[in-house]
């Protein structure tokens, strides 16, 4: 079993900033990508940043210059650095791995529990 759990998430000013975590534990060979998605009330869950092994990154155009991913490969951990955060940033952010299992001896797609991120006028 794998399992991702975040942390970091609250309540914030517009403007303000947070930092969000993920920890991924468990029987873990190896983690691929990493990404962080969220989901707002009536929206459909959307990619938010995206991370490669390797360190390659991506973002939506939304969030482009103001939130940063990077990752820990060394403790399988993964962060969101949020800035300048605005109203429609609201939303229950989840991370998710691509994680190949000792257990399994093969490669899937994890989900943390999510944390929820609201960002105030």
């Known amino acids: 079993q794998v399992q991702l759990v975040e942390s970091g998430g609250g309540l914030v000013q517009a403007g303000g900033s947070l930092r969000l975590s993920c920890a991924a534990s468990?029987?873990?060979?190896?983690?691929?990508?990493m990404a962080w998605y969220r989901q707002a009330p009536g929206n459909q869950r959307e990619m938010v940043a995206s991370?490669?092994?390797?360190?390659?990154?991506k973002y939506a155009d939304s969030v482009k210059g103001r939130f940063t991913i990077s990752r820990d490969n060394a403790k399988t951990t993964v962060y969101l650095q949020m800035n300048s955060l605005k109203r429609e940033d609201t939303a229950v952010y989840y991370c998710?791995?691509?994680?190949?299992?000792?257990?399994?001896?093969?490669?899937?797609?994890?989900w943390g529990q999510g944390t929820q991120v609201t960002v105030s006028s």
């Open positions: 991370i490669t092994r390797g360190g390659t990154t």
């Open positions: 468990g029987s873990i060979f190896t983690i691929n990508d």
């Open positions: 998710l791995a691509n994680v190949f299992s000792k257990a399994t001896w093969s490669a899937s797609d994890y």
